[in-house]
């Protein structure tokens, strides 16, 4: 998977470790589970899934190979929402 990167239409905000993503173009808003939205606000630090995929391994106590496929998974959802895209 190429490099992602939050979309620049997208704002955020987290509390209390929930995140609330809204994309301002559309006015779509979407809530973040904890999972979600520690997957969040590793990718708006600059994270990559294999970043990611470790963390999340660690944090969550999964397998690395379903953490992996978890983490594509919900990237994967991201991108079709358009919440985040390629890294130029």
């Not at 979309?7 to 973040?32: I, K, S």
């Not at 999964?62 to 496929?69: N, T």
């Not at 978890?70 to 919440?83: C, K, T």
Request: charged share 25%; aromatic share 6%.
């Amino acid at each position: 998977m190429t490099s992602l990167a939050v979309d620049p239409r997208v704002a955020w905000q987290t509390v209390d470790g929930q995140a609330v993503v809204m994309d301002l173009a559309e006015g779509r808003v979407l809530g973040l589970n904890p999972l979600g939205s520690f997957v969040w606000t590793l990718l708006s630090r600059g994270a990559d899934v294999a970043a990611i995929t470790g963390a999340v391994t660690e944090r969550f106590d999964v397998e690395p190979a379903r953490a992996r496929e978890d983490v594509l998974a919900f990237l994967g959802q991201l991108r079709e929402r358009r919440l985040i895209a390629e890294r130029p």
